[in-house]
């Protein structure tokens, strides 16, 4: 059965940087797209940031510059490195893959059970 486990999250101050990982597992042979996404209270989930198993990368307009997404292949995780950290970037960080061959099948589509990011002084 797959599981992501997400890690990094906590309180920060406005300024500061913080990286997020998650390692995917379950017996999984490759993932297309590896991705975080966020979802501030009383706000619907949005893309941050995402990377396919070539290395190409996709990042929404307001953390571009400021966060780079990595992955590890052999590893099955992604990581979200985030710098100059601001308030209105305070969510509930989540994992997703799509794409993924396991040994239970194709999975298309799963998340993460999400972490939480607090910037605040």
């Known amino acids: 059965q797959v599981q992501l486990v997400e890690s990094g999250g906590g309180l920060v101050q406005p300024g500061e940087s913080r990286r997020l990982s998650c390692a995917a597992s379950?017996?999984?042979?490759?993932?297309?797209?590896m991705g975080w996404y966020r979802q501030a209270p009383g706000k619907q989930r949005e893309l941050v940031a995402t990377i396919t198993s070539g290395g190409n990368t996709n990042y929404a307009d307001s953390v571009w510059g400021r966060f780079a997404i990595s992955r590890d292949n052999a590893k099955n995780t992604v990581y979200l490195r985030m710098n100059k950290l601001k308030p209105e970037d305070t969510a509930v960080y989540y994992c997703n893959l799509r794409g993924a061959e396991s040994s239970s099948g194709y999975i298309p589509n799963y998340w993460g059970q999400g972490t939480q990011v607090t910037v605040s002084s």
């Open positions: 379950g017996s999984i042979f490759s993932i297309q797209t």
